[in-house]
């Protein structure tokens, strides 16, 4: 009976754990000021994609419509657990693309 009440407590706390992080990792671009798409447990804003359902252009361009559509100059996602900028403001994607580059290309794709 001991060991049975151990282990479920064990277990209890580590499904709290997770749930906790999940919820702190999920909320990046709320503390930072950032519109964001309401993500889901484990897949983010990437469950079509994950799927197979839609592909990585097809899921991009849903994200910059609907942040298009919420009238902000960017926006931000969740790839898993993993924050992800998406810039709408047609000056900053110049700006990111001429200035900052070497800093946001072949992050989504590692090689």
């Known amino acids: 009976m001991n060991i049975i009440l151990i282990i479920s407590t ?6 709290t754990l997770v749930y906790l992080y999940s919820k702190w990792r999920h909320s990046y671009w709320k503390r930072i000021g950032v ?3 309401d993500p889901e447990f484990f897949f983010g ?9 839609t592909s990585i252009a097809e899921t991009f361009l849903n994200f ?8 902000v100059k960017c926006g931000g996602v969740y790839m898993r657990f993993n924050p992800g900028f998406v810039p709408i403001q ?9 200035k900052n580059f070497e800093y946001f290309n072949s992050h989504l794709v590692q090689t």
């Open 64 to 71: 910059y419509t609907l942040f298009k559509q919420l009238d």
């Open 35 to 37: 519109a964001e798409l």
């Open 45 to 53: 804003n990437l469950k079509d994609m994950v799927k197979e359902d």
């Open 10 to 15: 064990v277990v209890i706390g580590l499904v």
């Open 90 to 98: 047609p000056g900053l994607i110049k700006y990111i693309i001429q």
